[in-house]
């Protein structure tokens, strides 16, 4: 009896042991918009290829910043970060099991003065482009992501319920604007009401409008000037050329009295065409030394 029960701890033992040997892998992650876990090594957390642009749109909606809805759908979890980021983590012991980024918060969706998806883009490498995932509100009692399908290869399409979007006007557009670019959307629709400009030009003032109110990323190209090169006879303001014009002053000043003190007449005369003072040396006999000299 004592033997058996030794040979029986130390079976226990040895499958204790073995059994807890190997290291443990981590599956679920910690709250931090989705992207990293800090027990993993650094080189497995997820990297992203570009930073979340502010938050904008209807400022109710502000409110899930911060936040973040997950769903499991077969062996895969999907988190939804609002106006950060989209994630998806392979729920699988494998050594190799997938985690990546599906898009970051970029921009608005919007047709008929109605916000109809939110853009996460630049996500994951994925052939010859990176991941991106539209996320559309639906009317819901509760907040919560309930579903995800990728209608195109590398392209997802998550939908994401919450009673913030329940209210009729909840996702409208023009609301959301400022007084100023509201009245410049004013002006274009009576624009193209009357005729003068084409629906392509109308269109085109709209994205002016939404990109200035940030939401939509600007597509324009930022040109930096060259730097204008300043001299002696260039002035590219009348406080330039005033100091310009007082140090000229000052430099006749010294150079006449450099004459003064050399004993070296001179006439000083108004110079009519130039308006300037000019200095004529009088004296032209040769002298021993080469020129004047600065005594001070």
């Known amino acids: 009896m004592s033997s058996s029960m030794e ?7 040895l499958f204790i042991n073995h059994g807890f040997a190997g290291k443990m892998k981590i599956v679920e992650e910690p709250n931090t918009f989705g992207l990293n876990n800090h ?19 209807p ?6 910043a911060g936040k973040c809805f997950s769903l499991t759908e077969s062996t895969y979890k999907y988190e939804f970060c609002p106006f950060h980021n989209v994630t998806q983590h392979e729920q699988s012991f494998r050594w190799n099991a997938y985690s990546g980024i599906l898009g970051i918060w970029q921009e608005w969706e919007m047709a008929n003065n109605t916000y109809t998806g939110m853009w996460m883009r630049d996500g994951d490498t994925c052939g010859t482009r990176n991941r991106e995932t ?7 009692t509760s907040s919560k992501l309930a579903q995800v399908s990728e209608p195109s290869t590398c392209v997802y399409s998550l939908i994401f319920e919450t009673p913030l979007v329940c209210h009729p006007h909840s996702l409208l557009v023009y609301p959301t604007l400022t007084e100023k670019l509201q009245g410049e959307w004013d002006e274009a629709e009576q624009a193209r009401y009357e005729g003068l400009i084409t629906e392509q030009g ?7 409008i939404f990109e200035d109110a940030g939401l939509l990323k600007s597509q324009k190209v930022k040109v930096k000037l060259p730097e204008v090169a300043v001299n002696s006879e260039t002035h590219i303001s009348l406080q330039k ?4 014009f007082e ?6 000043e010294r150079l006449r009295a450099l004459l003064t003190q050399h004993n070296i007449p001179f006439d000083s005369k108004p110079n009519e065409t130039q308006g300037i003072m000019t200095v004529t040396v009088k004296d032209q006999h040769p002298r021993g030394d080469n020129g004047l000299i600065d005594l001070q």
């Open 39 to 57: 027990f993993m090594a650094q080189g497995s957390r997820l990297q992203p290829k570009a930073t979340p642009s502010p938050a904008s749109g």
């Open 59 to 64: 400022v109710h909606l502000h409110r899930l």
């Open 247 to 252: 140090k000229q002053s000052e430099e006749i």
């Open 241 to 244: 050329c005033t100091e310009d």
């Open 7 to 13: 040979l029986w701890t130390v079976c226990l033992s």
């Open 134 to 140: 539209k996320v559309i509100f639906v009317c819901s």
């Open 202 to 208: 109308y269109n085109n003032l709209l994205r002016d």
